[in-house]
């Protein structure tokens, strides 16, 4: 018997395994979505979500995000507002928080506001909402992110790591990508989660990539 004859049902096997194991992954997220259903337009997470529910709204606010549906956005919003980072340190005192009215008028919101310092330079980030959007949360598609993290950081460049220090308790999906060249920089987007009256609502849209 040659070592190809011993050897590769071990290798198909293990690849088997491989797949099946993707293909409930992907199972129980489609359950989890239809689950969701339209429960996220009335601005709903159940606060006893599981993991796989948790990535599953993530996945929908990607959505929106990427249809520039500001309306179904805001609907998600915690009362007290969604907080913007455009990097991995969130500064309390630089940080914009937006109420979910204020969301909803991302769409048609000309206003310049700074939302912090850009990285190497320090100069202000005057930006609005639409600018900023397209420039610190879907400057990549997140929706094909390659790594996801639940409650952990997937990849951290020299930044401090603070938003479960700022946000006691705060629960967060980490949408990772790796470079798209050679030379390129890898990126993720957060989306933090916060308990309002028995449900998990939007609290922190967190840009992160490599700083200087």
Known sequence: MSF???????????????????????????????????????????????????????YEILGYIKDADYSALAVIAH????LFSPYATISETSARVFKPSEIRAFGTDKTEYVWGIYDGSA??????????????VFDRDFTRATTLGINRVVRSGNALENITTVREGIRFVDFHL??????????????????????????????SEKTV
Do not use: Q
Request: proline share 7%; charged share 20%; net charge neutral.
């Open 79 to 82: 009362p007290r507002g969604v």
């Open 178 to 207: 790796p470079p798209e060249t050679e030379d390129g920089d890898w990126v993720s987007l957060r989306l933090g989660f916060e308990e309002h009256n028995g449900s998990l609502m939007l609290t922190v849209i967190m840009h």
């Open 123 to 136: 100069e202000p980030i005057s930006l609005n909402p639409r600018e900023y959007v397209t420039a610190f």
């Open 4 to 58: 190809l004859d011993t050897h590769t049902p071990r290798r198909v096997t293990k690849r088997l395994i491989i797949a099946v194991l993707t293909l409930l992954a992907v199972a129980v997220l489609v359950i989890s979505v239809i689950r969701l259903g339209g429960s996220l337009k009335r601005g709903s997470i159940p606060v006893t979500a599981d993991n796989a529910t948790l990535v599953a709204a993530s």
